[in-house]
């Protein structure tokens, strides 16, 4: 019976790490916003919460956040498309679609002036659900303890995340205490980026960089998107820098399902050529922020310091019976390092191509907007520092680590501790 029993565990393992193990051109047209990589808005689900094991009950979560869905980091994203447009319009250089194109970008940047990097209202609703389905699930946490630290990097988007997450948290019990933190002491952990990491996260210098470059010049064929907005080729060689044209539309699209606007820009794509972009994506991330077996694991040791800290609040949270969270937002160049040092799913996968990247490992299923990582803590009455548990939730799914265990999802906190406190030696 035994046996059979950690057969089961098994095969549900494999089957939550299986549901993140690649992806499929079909899967992604299936939802293009897919496509959209880093800027994929939180795909909110329903998810299996299983019940800890008879006599325990959650005291403490441990959690990073990223910020939720923002505008794009520079207006000039949106303003220089609208401006070549409009130059075109004037030329009488525009095809119908160019036309509906520059009429959807008018209200596109009317909604996006003044708000570069900026949180989206979607941003803040992100991370108030997010936070309100946290205290539903384990509502012993926040009923039994009232401390709570709170803590962001210093980029605005960051901060009104956290303020939005935690509002909701004081909505549903206003006898939290929540002490909420914004200094430069805890970027060190929050989003860490050492020399090492740097160099090879560069498309300058790292040693990714060149085959990366070719494959994005073979990738990248803006010819068929120029035609079918710009009706005077004259006007595109004299104007328009395709290749940089086609990103910035790219960008635009990505991000519109972020924004409040009605409008959408994905029909002007073909599938193939939303993929294309995105692979190159894709690629460029995994390199700069996961686990290219290029870096020799510098860049999953950018989040060294954040497991440290997770570690030190939980040991600080053990021993002291009012602390009920530990909340930490920062960014995508935070959590994804974190996902590949913890090896969360498939998240430190190695590709062995560039081409096979997307089928190894997938931007968008690592750190869409508002991705969140959460370490749920279970104790028993009357039990020892030995007897406490933790379970591990990734966007709110229950998740596998490498860590030894006969009870997945669920694993000993002793076990996990020194795990991961030999991984960060």
Same mark, same amino acid.
Request: charged share 25%; aromatic share 12%; with cysteine.
């Given at each position: 019976?035994?046996?059979?029993?950690?057969?089961?565990?098994?095969?549900?393992?494999?089957? /939550?790490?299986?549901?993140?193990?690649?992806?499929?051109?079909?899967?992604?047209?299936?939802?293009?916003?897919?496509?959209?990589?880093?800027?994929?808005?939180?795909?909110?689900?329903?998810?299996?919460?299983?019940?800890?094991?008879?006599?325990?009950?959650?005291?403490?979560? %441990?959690?990073?956040?990223?910020?939720?869905?923002?505008?794009?980091?520079?207006?000039?994203?949106?303003?220089?498309?609208?401006?070549?447009?409009?130059?075109?319009?004037?030329? =009488?250089?525009?095809?119908?679609?160019?036309?509906?194109?520059?009429?959807?970008?008018?209200?596109?940047?009317?909604?996006?002036?003044?708000?570069?990097?900026?949180?989206?209202?979607?941003?803040?609703?992100?991370?108030?659900?997010?936070?309100?389905?946290?205290?539903?699930?384990?509502?012993?946490?926040?009923?039994?303890? =009232?401390?709570? %630290?709170?803590?962001?990097?210093?980029?605005?988007?960051?901060?009104?995340?956290?303020?939005?997450? /935690?509002?909701?948290?004081?909505?549903?019990?206003?006898?939290?205490?929540?002490?909420?933190? +914004?200094?430069?002491?805890?970027?060190?952990?929050?989003?860490?980026?050492?020399?090492?990491?740097?160099?090879?996260?560069?498309?300058?210098?790292?040693?990714?960089?060149?085959?990366?470059?070719?494959?994005?010049?073979?990738?990248?064929?803006?010819?068929?998107? +120029?035609?079918?907005?710009?009706?005077?080729?004259?006007?595109?060689?004299?104007?328009? *820098?395709?290749?940089?044209?086609?990103?910035?539309?790219?960008?635009?699209?990505?991000?519109?399902? *972020?924004?409040?606007?009605?409008?959408?820009?994905?029909?002007?794509?073909?599938?193939?050529?939303?993929?294309?972009?995105?692979? /190159?994506?894709?690629?460029?991330?995994?390199?700069?922020?996961?686990?290219?077996?290029?870096?020799?694991?510098?860049?999953?040791?950018?989040?060294?310091?954040?497991?440290?800290?997770?570690?030190? %609040?939980?040991?600080?949270?053990?021993? =002291?019976?009012?602390?009920?969270?530990?909340?930490?937002?920062?960014?995508?160049?935070?959590?994804?390092?974190?996902?590949?040092?913890?090896?969360?799913?498939?998240?430190?996968?190695?590709?062995?191509?560039?081409?096979?990247?997307?089928?190894?490992? /997938?931007?968008?299923?690592?750190?869409?907007?508002?991705?969140?990582?959460?370490?749920?803590?279970?104790?028993?009455?009357?039990?020892?520092?030995?007897?406490?548990?933790?379970?591990?939730?990734?966007?709110?799914?229950?998740?596998?680590?490498?860590?030894?265990? =006969? +009870?997945?999802?669920?694993?000993?906190?002793?076990?996990?501790?020194?795990?991961?406190?030999?991984?960060?030696?």
């Amino acid at each position: 019976m035994k046996k059979r029993f950690l057969l089961t565990l098994s095969s549900i393992a494999l089957v /939550c790490v299986s549901a993140f193990a690649q992806t499929t051109k079909e899967e992604m047209f299936a939802t293009i916003e897919k496509t959209g990589s880093v800027h994929y808005a939180y795909p909110v689900t329903e998810s299996l919460n299983t019940k800890a094991p008879k006599g325990y009950t959650p005291f403490y979560i %441990s959690h990073y956040g990223r910020h939720g869905s923002r505008f794009l980091i520079s207006y000039d994203n949106y303003d220089g498309v609208y401006q070549t447009l409009l130059k075109a319009e004037k030329e =009488d250089a525009l095809t119908e679609l160019g036309k509906d194109v520059l009429n959807r970008m008018h209200d596109i940047c009317a909604e996006a002036k003044g708000t570069s990097g900026e949180l989206t209202p979607l941003g803040r609703l992100q991370h108030r659900g997010i936070a309100e389905r946290m205290y539903r699930a384990f509502p012993e946490v926040f009923q039994n303890r =009232d401390s709570i %630290s709170a803590r962001s990097t210093l980029v605005h988007r960051c901060a009104m995340s956290m303020a939005a997450f /935690c509002d909701r948290l004081k909505e549903m019990n206003p006898q939290l205490n929540i002490y909420y933190q +914004m200094d430069k002491r805890y970027v060190s952990y929050l989003i860490n980026h050492t020399p090492e990491a740097q160099q090879f996260s560069s498309m300058r210098t790292g040693s990714w960089a060149e085959e990366y470059r070719k494959f994005k010049e073979e990738h990248i064929r803006p010819d068929r998107l +120029m035609s079918a907005l710009f009706s005077k080729s004259d006007f595109v060689r004299k104007r328009v *820098n395709p290749r940089s044209f086609i990103w910035d539309l790219y960008w635009i699209t990505s991000d519109l399902q *972020n924004m409040e606007t009605k409008y959408s820009l994905f029909d002007i794509f073909e599938k193939e050529e939303l993929f294309d972009l995105w692979q /190159c994506l894709n690629y460029q991330l995994y390199s700069a922020t996961a686990n290219n077996p290029l870096g020799k694991g510098v860049v999953p040791g950018n989040a060294k310091n954040l497991v440290r800290n997770i570690i030190e %609040s939980a040991d600080e949270a053990i021993g =002291d019976s009012n602390i009920a969270a530990t909340l930490r937002f920062g960014h995508d160049s935070g959590i994804t390092p974190l996902a590949a040092l913890m090896e969360i799913n498939n998240f430190a996968a190695e590709s062995p191509s560039i081409e096979d990247t997307y089928k190894y490992w /997938c931007d968008w299923q690592v750190s869409p907007m508002a991705a969140n990582l959460q370490i749920i803590f279970f104790n028993k009455k009357n039990g020892t520092k030995d007897d406490i548990l933790v379970k591990v939730l990734y966007n709110e799914r229950e998740a596998k680590v490498p860590v030894k265990t =006969d +009870m997945f999802p669920f694993y000993k906190w002793t076990d996990f501790r020194e795990f991961y406190l030999n991984k960060i030696k």
